[in-house]
């Protein structure tokens, strides 16, 4: 379940006593900006977290690819949502889209040793994929990895397994053989089938590292 700032108590809050065992993360639109003023200045406000426990905040991000009008509040947008995530001790699940340069260099200028995350639904090079892991940041992969044409099967081979997470963008990007169709958790399989043939390691090491790393990430047992 995820809420952005404004609706968490409302959304976010239902939705955990609604349901045992829904747990929450707090959204933050990449392009809507919701929790900076249209002067373009931060809030300075803090959702209350007590009620509920939170495991994250994202996604947040910056999105370049449909629109570069509120980039400035974009970035204005992620500083805030960075600066919660160091107050309150949660990773950021980051979304980038045509702005990994600048995604890297904004976490890079907030990280003062305790930031965390995950860059979610990774796609980029293998030098960017070695600034996120050097910023303490995890890579989430998903069913990009199986698409010929990717590429990504090449940077992975580069990068140590105990900084990636499994993903879905569920209903989004299935891997194959589901590509176009709606995507889902049962399809994680396929993408750790993926990197166990990448790496030439066994499947069972890639389930299990990588399920120890999200459990790292989110502090869950």
């Excluded at 980039?71 to 980038?96: C, F, G, S, V, W």
């Excluded at 590509?179 to 090491?205: F, V, W």
Aim: charged fraction near 25%; aromatic fraction near 8%; proline fraction near 4%.
């Amino acid at each position: 379940v995820t809420a952005d700032a404004v609706n968490l108590e409302r959304v976010a809050f239902t939705s955990y006593e609604r349901e045992v065992g829904v747990f929450a993360g707090i959204k933050g639109e990449k392009h809507c900006v919701a929790v900076v003023r249209h002067d373009g200045h931060s809030t300075g406000e803090r959702p209350t977290l007590s009620r509920v426990e939170i495991l994250h905040f994202g996604e947040v991000g910056l999105d370049y690819h449909w629109d570069t009008t509120f980039k400035e509040q974009q970035q204005e947008a992620l500083r805030y949502q960075a600066d919660l995530a160091l107050h309150y001790n949660l990773p950021l699940i980051m979304h980038t889209r045509e702005a990994m340069a600048d995604c890297i260099e904004l976490i890079r200028s907030k990280q003062n040793g305790s930031l965390t995350g995950i860059f979610h639904c990774f796609g980029g090079t293998l030098a960017e994929a070695q600034a996120i892991i050097e910023l303490g940041f995890y890579l989430g992969i998903g069913g990009v990895l199986t698409y010929k044409k990717s590429g990504l099967a090449e940077v992975l081979a580069g990068v140590p397994l105990d900084r990636l997470v499994l993903e879905t963008d569920a209903p989004y990007l299935a891997p194959d053989p589901y590509r176009g169709k709606r995507n889902e958790s049962s399809h994680i399989p396929y993408i750790a089938a993926h990197i166990a043939k990448t790496l030439k390691i066994p499947m069972e090491n890639v389930a299990s590292i990588t399920t120890k790393n999200a459990k790292d990430i989110f502090k869950s047992e």
